[in-house]
């Protein structure tokens, strides 16, 4: 009984370690073909790479966001002074308020009379505005830009970095006139080149035109119209004491505004108006 009894126990111990080596000779197998599969499949992309670039249609490089980085913050900039200064960088005829030059879109010096608009090409003005002041950012984007490319060996063709600012729903456009040429191994044209900041300055700037109808035919506007029928903007109306009413276009959803002066239909000093 004791001899059997060691059979039996020697017995399943030696079927095991034949299982184990067997097992280890198969991952070792396993392992060895992954490893064959994964040479291959590099080799097969080495090769072709080029052709699935050029069919998925992915460039090593991309003029367009080069441009769209460099410029996007100066476009910004441009924006927000325009926004809060009645769509002038540089307000001329202008009222104090809160610290900010908020210029006059419509204005009279007389009383009693309704007043006349001072910018009658309002969208195209603030589009002329943001070209003059990005204007010579723009042309440095483009210099740096070739000096980056032609550092990294490339051949870099363009022609003069000459722009137009188009102000769309939702959105202020800078589309450049030029193409860009880049040529390595492969030779490259990139046009148009496109910077676009998302702002809703185009609807806000269709109201404010709208409300100087108001204030040309009627010295006044009424605010709750626009806010009924926009339910997300906010419209103030500031009256001050020289008959000058400050109007603040606000998106409540993005918090982008636009503000302006109009003077109509003052009333002289104690006869009416007042201040908000």
Request: one cysteine or more; charged letters at 25%.
């Amino acid at each position: 009984m004791k001899k059997s009894e060691k059979k039996l126990k020697i017995f399943p111990l030696a079927r095991s370690n034949q299982n184990n080596h067997l097992n280890e000779r198969g991952q070792t197998t396993i392992f060895i073909i992954v490893g064959i599969l994964i040479v291959v499949f590099g080799i097969l992309i080495f090769m072709f790479y080029p052709n699935i670039k050029s069919s998925l249609g992915v460039r090593p490089e991309n003029p367009s966001l080069y441009i769209q980085t460099c410029l996007e913050d100066d476009i910004e900039d441009s924006v927000e002074i325009l926004s809060s200064q009645g769509g002038s960088i540089e307000p001329e005829h202008y009222i104090l308020y809160k610290d900010e030059k908020i210029e006059y879109l419509c204005y009279t010096n007389e009383y009693y009379k309704t007043c006349v608009v001072q910018q009658p090409m309002l969208k195209e003005h603030i589009k002329s505005e943001i070209k003059n002041n990005v204007n010579i950012k723009a042309r440095q984007c483009f210099e740096d830009m070739k000096a980056s490319y032609q550092g990294r060996g490339y051949r870099f063709e363009t022609g003069d970095a000459d722009f137009e600012v188009e102000l769309l729903p939702k959105r202020v456009v800078v589309r450049f006139n030029n193409s860009v040429t880049l040529e390595k191994e492969d030779a490259a044209i990139y046009e148009p080149l496109e910077v676009v900041f998302n702002n809703n300055l185009y609807e806000l700037v269709s109201i404010a035109n709208s409300i100087l109808d108001w204030e040309t035919n009627y010295g006044d506007a009424e605010t709750t119209v626009y806010m009924n029928y926009y339910h997300d903007l906010k419209v103030e109306k500031k009256k001050q004491g020289d008959g000058t009413t400050i109007y603040i276009l606000t998106d409540r959803n993005n918090g982008n505004k636009f503000q302006f002066a109009s003077r109509s239909v003052a009333w002289p000093p104690g006869y009416g108006g007042g201040v908000v």
